[in-house]
């Protein structure tokens, strides 16, 4: 087995886990008559006992959350009848005890119904939703569940907003507690083969400060082990100017600070433009995380899948291919949902620019070079970086010109053909070829598993462009020089806006990050020299 351990930290975060996991969940076969289901479910989950022996399922995951985050999710996480969960500290004290309560929180009609059994629950939506439990279709371990009681969620006396309270709280917590023995740990050393751990945080509140605080245990305690980022961000232009500014800031602060210690650093934010066919309540954490978790998920899918016809991933897979000069880390996430009778899904989705991608002279070159710049340089609908170019025609022309790609993987799911269209050509000798002959390393998986539109997920697909109960869809990441840009620009945020002690050694750290994405590259390109 190939395990992933996975971190949630923070609300938006376990919105966007919830997502997760319910897809995960959806791929199980309980009918004994069905054929078996392509997804490895032992990378995700992990199987256990119930208190009455019955055999259990749940996510190898943690869940981090502020006082008030949970809603109605119980304690034990549903599977487990812990019964009086105070008997063992009245047993140790003789004298009265005094028990406050907080009033309970409803569960959801959504999961009231799922409690109860029922085959169609009542579907929930923007108004229903007023928690990531309330929408959660999976059982989660004991272990899983961490409430944080030093900050309450939601508060405006005591805001969990600042980038320092992060840290402060994650070395509070971690000198009371030891979080990777307790927390950790135990879930490492049930794996075989542990893959990855994957990080889900915001990047841009004082979560980020507390991710980076927690990866930089990580990476002392596991030095080998691929840790990978997604860190969301707001929109740049929501709120107050000086909420704007202090995201700004936090936001550099957690790539500064992350993207030298995770594997790989993934920002995801909704973009300003999204296609006609997707329909997005921005003012909604269930519309938005549904959004990002179907890009997400499906350009992971290939780090859960069986080995079969259909070739597979691992996470460092992944990242050899993005990080093709070793000091590039941070990607941006684009996802299109396409047309699955149209087998012809661009130029993208082919892995080579010919079948004998070789130079054998200048002419061919020339060729070749421009061929697979096209394909590398391929834009889906939506563009998941806070950097996005805005889509009129000329900026995206602008962009276009000016972008240079490193390394790029794709993944196109849910087009029946695609699991059979693949090059049998070794991946390690390709690769090599291209960074030979300058080409940016372009890698492609296909997976003929659509995503699946569950009655938890909200309706953001249009009819047309959504075929039933599932979708397909292409998603990529890819290392580019728009990263420089962006990052450039933190640093000029930074220069103004931050305190002078402090200054210096972010904005010295924001220009090294930018340099790895502009190193060997130069924007006026030679191929038109005679």
Known sequence: MHEI????????????????????ESYFEYDAASDPSPIDHDVHFRAGQGPKGEDTFTPRTLIYDLKGGFGGLRKWGGLYDQGDIDSSVNSLWDGSVVKQHDAPVTPSAYQKALDEGLVNPPKPNAQTVRYWSD????FYHPRSIVQINDYELGSTIVPFERWDSGEELYSKLDKDHD?????IRPWAEECDQMQAIQIFGSADDAWGGFSSKYIESLRDEYGKIPLWFWGLEEQASQGQRAKQLLRTVNTAQSLQAISTLASMYVPLAVPSYVPPYLRLDRSSQWYISGVLSMALESMTLPSRQKPSGVRGGSLSDMEAALNANGNQKIAELQCSVVDPANNDLGSAGDR?????????GSNMHDLVYEDQMEKAKEKLDMNFSAGEPSQTPLSLRQWEKSNHVFGKVGCVRGVPEAAHRMDDENEADSRKRRRRACFPTVDMYRNPLPYPLLDSFPEILVQAASSGPSAAVHTSLSTTTQLCKRTKGLQNMVLRTVDVSEREALSNGLGEIAEAYEEGWDGGSDQDSD
């Open 5 to 24: 351990v996975t971190l949630q930290l923070g609300n938006r975060a376990n919105y966007l886990a919830t997502h997760f996991w319910n897809t995960q």
């Open 135 to 138: 929408f959660a279709r999976v």
């Open 179 to 183: 979080l990777l023995d307790r927390d």
């Open 352 to 360: 080579h620019a010919t079948n004998d991608d070789r130079v054998h």
